[in-house]
């Protein structure tokens, strides 16, 4: 990859992903107070939380310029399609709601994996996206592998994931916004 095209994947990245780990730091933080929370309010908040996430991918990569990562569309589509699953089956079992979030968590994992070697070459922060990328991965499969560990489990694995998923895009939009969203460490200009 050039560093040019390297440069359009992460331009303007910054203030998307302090939005998007807000937004997942929120989502967790709420599922932390709410431990008694029905399975239908989970499942309305999972919803919301991934359809603003994906919308949020999704703008940001039409928003761009010139050539894109398809990683970080396949993202926000995944991550769309797993918050209107939640509302259009919200009726759904704790073992089916666990491997929903778990195969959305290992799409969504393995693309921001992919990202991350797609901007390694002119990002020196690029592990941050490598290890959103594997940590997503790693929560989703350990729902699709052993789905059954209850539902209160699955609030407080799901709390957990969120906060630190949003802590780590938090991170990297930081840095992109003090490097002037410049992922070779100069500031941008213009």
Request: no cysteine.
């Amino acid at each position: 990859m050039s560093d040019a095209l390297a440069q359009q994947l992460v331009k303007g990245s910054g203030s998307t992903l302090i939005i998007r780990g807000v937004a997942a730091v929120l989502f967790g933080i709420l599922v932390v107070v709410w431990p008694g929370v029905s399975l239908l309010a989970l499942v309305i908040l999972f919803g919301i939380y991934a359809i603003f996430d994906g919308v949020t991918n999704i703008v940001h990569y039409v928003r761009r310029k010139g050539r894109r990562s398809a990683w970080q569309i396949v993202g926000g589509v995944i991550s769309v399609l797993a918050g209107l699953a939640a509302f259009l089956w919200p009726g759904i079992t704790a073992l089916s709601l666990a491997l929903v979030i778990g195969v959305w968590a290992v799409i969504l994992g393995v693309s921001q994996t992919a990202l991350a070697f797609d901007v390694k070459k002119t990002d020196e922060q690029w592990w941050l996206w490598l290890i959103t990328g594997i940590v997503t991965t790693l929560f989703g499969l350990f729902l699709v592998i052993l789905p059954g560990p209850g539902i209160l489990g699955l609030l407080g694995l799901l709390a957990s994931f969120a906060i630190l998923f949003g802590i780590l895009l938090i991170a990297t939009g930081i840095d992109l916004r003090r490097r002037g969203e410049n992922p070779n460490g100069r500031l941008a200009v213009g």
